[in-house]
């Protein structure tokens, strides 16, 4: 099945900063978690994806199309969550509905009317006394309403409680149970992504390091913790990354229990994506 | 466009109110010691500079960016200013040529009946028209290009720049010796819309170039 969407090579250079030859595709009905720390170039993806900035060097297509090539029709079928609402204050529900029909061909009142009742929104309220969560369920429930097959959150659950952020998960996963749905979510709560997501892009510095199945990453990775001479010992090509604490050696490693079979005096956890994301960014790779 | 100009029309919806408030104040003010013609003048302009405060609520939202995910392309959201520019300006034009008028007939400075007193207001409100199309639609691309943290320069420029285009012209057809009559004069304001439209023509292709080369990061 055709990607939803399909980024390659994607280049952008600010002063300072360089989003470099980035490739990653999101199969369709999955959610894609698009993670990495401050400044990595998360936005910046996003951005040059949606043709809000311009590209160095790159495509990025929507169904096998890029963007420029029928802009109006393939924005029918995306719906964008940016990390604060993109109404003005003195608005309320009613009228951000009205707007937002005249925008989309295929926006579908009822739809967005079950969302604010469904997300306990008041139609009439202006959303400049709404709390940062009713105001995020807003957007979200705007960008659901015209039924688009992509979905790209960017941080849209940063700045929520656990509650609200749980909320969130929830409608995103019923968005993807139609196999066609998909979901490109970046975040740096990597607690989020580890419960919805299938699979991981990890950007660093503004290149990918890895883009793998969720699953993969949880259940194959590993941390050896060792001491010096233990780490000595370690096969130098299994190390993806490694880090060096007070007394103790973290080596990040592919395969878990190969190195519990192969390292038995040292300990092997398991690895969470932010372990895996800290030992990339915070550790050392070997040359 | 028509959810841009509706989503403007709602944010300034809030400013409605002082804003008749301004030109009732204005009215009281002006038409006493100016006259009904300047009122109705200063009230057009002084709508269509709402188009500036509709970049400003746009600046405070990020809307921009937004409106650049939706199904809107930057063609629609450049011609959307201008037509928002129309609305104000249009409103302008009439609210001060109604108030003008009953203003100017309270002070006895218009003559309830004399052709000439009602023809002389109706041609003022459409000179208020134009006049407010070409400094709104001269602010525009200034907008666009330095948003609303320099509005107040963009207004002063807005306004600067059609009095020295149009007062050079004045400048120069005086040194070829043209006269303007009160017949020249008045077919000058007759053909007066079509000018603002072919002005609001360039500063639209002005606005749309500065647009197109924006990114748009907020």
Redesign the interface.
Known sequence: MEPIMQVENLTKQYPGFKLDHVSFSIPQGTIMGLIGENGAGKSTVINAALDLIHKDEGTVKFLGRELSSDPKRIKENIGVVFDEINFYGTLTPAKIGNISAAAYRQWDESVYKNHLKKLQLPPHKEIKTFSKGMKMKLSLAVALSHKPKLLILDEATSGLDPVMRDDFLDLFLDFVQDESHSILMSSHISTDLEKVADYITFIHKGKILFCKPKDELLYHYGIIRCGTAQFGAISKPEILAYRKRDYQWDVLVADKEKARRKYKASVVDNASIDDILLLYVKGDQVK | M??LV??DL??I??NVKSMVFILLVFACIFIPSLGAEAYIIMSGVLCSMMVSTTFG??S????T??A??????KKELVGSKFAVLLIFSAGGAVSGLVIGSIGGILTHKVIVGNIRDVLTLLLTGLLSLVIAEIIGGTSIPLLFQFVAEKARMSTFVSFAIPFAVFFGIYAILTLLGVSFSDNLIFMLICLSPLTALVWNLVMYRISYAVFEKK???Y
């Open positions: 028509k959810s509706l989503k709602y944010n919806g809030h609520f746009d405070n939202s990020k809307w960016k937004y650049m995910v939706t199904p809107i392309t990114e748009l990061l």
